[in-house]
DNA sequence: CCCCCTATCTATAACAA
DNA sequence: TTTGTTATAGATAGGGG
């Protein structure tokens, strides 16, 4: 597609490299746009340059197709099933199926929220526990060092003389 | 680039709209390859054909670029989203703010469950732990009362003294 | 990094299978 | 849904600002 034809190799000088790829992104998301539009296809194009900087193309958006393709059971990708796909691409231009995900999408939040916050709370609980019964053990452990020194005592009464007792 | 020029605007007939879908998609999966090759790019690509079933390109692979592209900070990301479709301006700015809302939800429950899956687990640790130090403080519980019991009987019967039994 | 130029190479529209 | 053919529209390599 230029003055000549080139190899499809790893370019080496590093300046035409990088104002290829600068090119050819171009292209890439020309041809991705104009597959959205005339095919009305969603599309999510991410590419990082040799400089390992992002770039990014996305119809309706990159977050939209990347969820939308995360939440596709892999084994299926390539294959043809449609069973759950959320958003039926023939609803574009009605919100109504977004604002009910969104709101369903939510409430879900919101209990993950509660049941994390709870979870945190038992935790914090238990933990407090923990501490309360690592304590007692404590104390326990200690009286009973007391108490064996008092049976010490108790063995070798006034007269520090011999009681070998066992 | 065919027999006619044609317009970017949505393909009406759906057989044509199919085979120019499918023709076009093979054609830029080929474009983001040698892309891919001769700028030693890292290029992810996900589409939803009319059908709504999913095709990806992903060098090295969808996932490992999608990953890296999630933890890139947003507000360095140069985005190129679509920009001339046949829906009304002013739907797509709702429709995209609505899309975007629902993948940043979508994000955030991921993260919610995640998180509240670890918590659940050091609940369960922080429990055998809590076990296993109430099972601690009942032993030394146990041997204090032997202690004390052995200490009455070494006081009691050496010196019939002091018998403050009870 | 951007834009311009243009000879040349590539992708693809239409049609057929 | 994909493949092949062919005339043509579109992309781009190399070079210059």
């Given at each position: 597609?230029?003055?000549?034809?080139?190899?499809?190799?790893?370019?080496?000088d590093?300046n035409?490299?990088?104002?290829?790829?600068s090119?050819?992104?171009?292209?890439?998301?020309?041809k991705?746009?104009?597959?959205s539009?005339?095919?009305?296809?969603?599309v999510?194009?991410?590419?990082?340059?040799?400089?390992?900087?992002?770039?990014?193309?996305?119809?309706?958006?990159?977050?939209?197709?990347?969820?939308?393709?995360?939440?596709?059971?892999?084994?299926?990708?390539?294959?043809?099933?449609?069973?759950?796909?959320?958003?039926?691409?023939?609803?574009?231009?009605?919100?109504?199926?977004?604002?009910?995900?969104?709101?369903?999408?939510?409430?879900?939040?919101?209990?993950?929220?509660k049941?994390?916050?709870?979870?945190?709370?038992?935790?914090?609980?238990?933990h407090?526990?923990?501490?309360?019964c690592?304590?007692?053990?404590?104390?326990?452990?200690?009286?009973?060092?007391?108490?064996?020194?008092?049976?010490l005592?108790?063995?070798?009464?006034?007269?520090?003389?011999?009681?070998?007792?066992?």
């Amino acid at each position: 597609m230029g003055r000549r034809k080139i190899e499809i190799t790893e370019v080496k000088d590093p300046n035409t490299k990088q104002v290829t790829f600068s090119k050819r992104r171009t292209g890439l998301f020309k041809k991705a746009n104009e597959l959205s539009i005339l095919c009305k296809a969603e599309v999510a194009i991410v590419v990082f340059s040799p400089g390992n900087k992002p770039y990014s193309f996305g119809h309706p958006s990159v977050d939209v197709v990347a969820e939308k393709f995360l939440q596709y059971p892999k084994s299926n990708v390539a294959k043809s099933n449609d069973v759950q796909g959320n958003i039926p691409s023939d609803d574009i231009g009605n919100m109504d199926s977004l604002n009910l995900q969104l709101s369903q999408l939510q409430a879900q939040l919101r209990e993950e929220q509660k049941k994390a916050g709870e979870l945190d709370k038992r935790l914090k609980q238990q933990h407090s526990q923990n501490l309360e019964c690592q304590h007692n053990a404590k104390d326990y452990f200690d009286a009973i060092q007391v108490s064996e020194y008092m049976l010490l005592l108790a063995k070798e009464p006034v007269v520090g003389k011999i009681t070998k007792k066992r």
